[in-house]
């Protein structure tokens, strides 16, 4: 086990990571955007679809909405806090007869064979997580697909505006009186973050230029050491996703970003819209248009998004 994986399991097995992933969407804006458009994408895509590997469910977002409408799902994920939580919720939804739970490693689909799944979908980036194995892990969820597969990965594009603006997640902050700690921290800390930030040219052009910034060193010294820093992480350019999944025979690929149009919108009416049921409604609709344009995918929030069918051949 490299130590991406031993990082990632590390940080996605801290106890509370089950719970807080469950109220993400009640908690910053881009959430919402980015779950409620990956939601229209399922949806709209379901014809034909019985069977289903959500790989790197997490506490169940995804595969919870599949199991309602039906689908047989396996929800794998690396975290037994996450798969304790999506348990819970998928008991409470009525739906555990639909579900199977599995813990593993996106690194190691062995175990599974050749379209064992009419879906194949890996969402919120557990895929740029595997670094130096990305593409392989990639390899392997279109090789588990008899019928479609949907993915989102880390953005590159989208990524790099936050190299400039230590305060970015600020603008997303559905409720500033929340008890989330993350809350907290982002709205204690701004005025340092702004103070103490230095825009950093070289950096910028590392990440632009390799999808990434050093070569997880920092992030394996700090492991060793006891911590728990985030996972080592590869982003993707929008041509390099498409050639990867091409390449591997998948076609009718569509690629988006979603956040794109959120991103440009400043927090306080973001607020003023996504509390008011109509005016949300009509935004993430829209939102769901515009950020499918192929000449905005690459500037999502996060993450890149990108569907296509198994080739029968």
Not at 10 to 30: A, C, H, M, V
Not at 44 to 73: E, P, Q
Not at 102 to 116: F, Q, R, T
Request: proline share 4%; glycine share 6%.
């Amino acid at each position: 086990m490299n130590y991406s994986t031993k990082i990632s399991e590390r940080l996605w097995n801290s106890p509370d990571r089950g719970e807080l992933e469950s109220k993400r969407e009640q908690t910053f804006i881009d959430d919402i955007v980015q779950k409620s458009h990956i939601e229209k994408e399922l949806l709209s895509n379901l014809n034909g679809i019985k069977t289903v590997f959500d790989g790197g469910a997490g506490s169940g977002r995804f595969s919870i909405l599949l199991a309602k409408h039906g689908c047989k799902v396996t929800h794998f994920d690396i975290s037994q806090p996450m798969l304790d939580k999506a348990y819970e919720l998928a008991e409470r939804e009525g739906v555990l007869s639909n579900i199977t739970f599995v813990k593993g490693m996106l690194e190691d689909l062995s175990d599974l064979n050749d379209k064992s799944f009419d879906l194949v979908m890996s969402f919120d980036s557990p895929i740029s997580y595997t670094y130096p194995d990305q593409e392989s892990v990639i390899y392997n969820l279109i090789r588990l697909a008899k019928k479609k597969i949907m993915i989102s990965v880390t953005s590159r594009l989208g990524s790099l505006p936050y190299f400039a603006n230590p305060i970015q997640k600020n603008q997303f902050i559905l409720d500033e009186n929340c008890d989330d700690a993350w809350v907290k921290w982002c709205l204690d800390n701004k005025e340092k973050a702004i103070s103490n930030f230095k825009f950093n040219k070289a950096i910028c052009e590392e990440m632009l230029n390799r999808g990434m910034v050093g070569n997880g060193e920092e992030e394996t010294k700090d492991y060793k050491s006891g911590k728990t820093p985030w996972p080592i992480t590869y982003s993707f350019m929008p041509d390099e996703l498409r050639c990867i999944l091409e390449g591997y025979g998948v076609r009718n690929i569509s690629l988006a970003g979603p956040g794109a149009y959120a991103r440009t919108i400043p927090n306080e009416l973001l607020v003023n819209i996504m509390n008011d049921l109509t005016q949300r409604a009509d935004f993430l609709n829209f939102c769901h248009e515009y950020d499918s344009n192929p000449f905005v995918c690459g500037m999502g929030k996060d993450n890149l998004f990108a569907k296509g069918d198994i080739s029968d051949e």
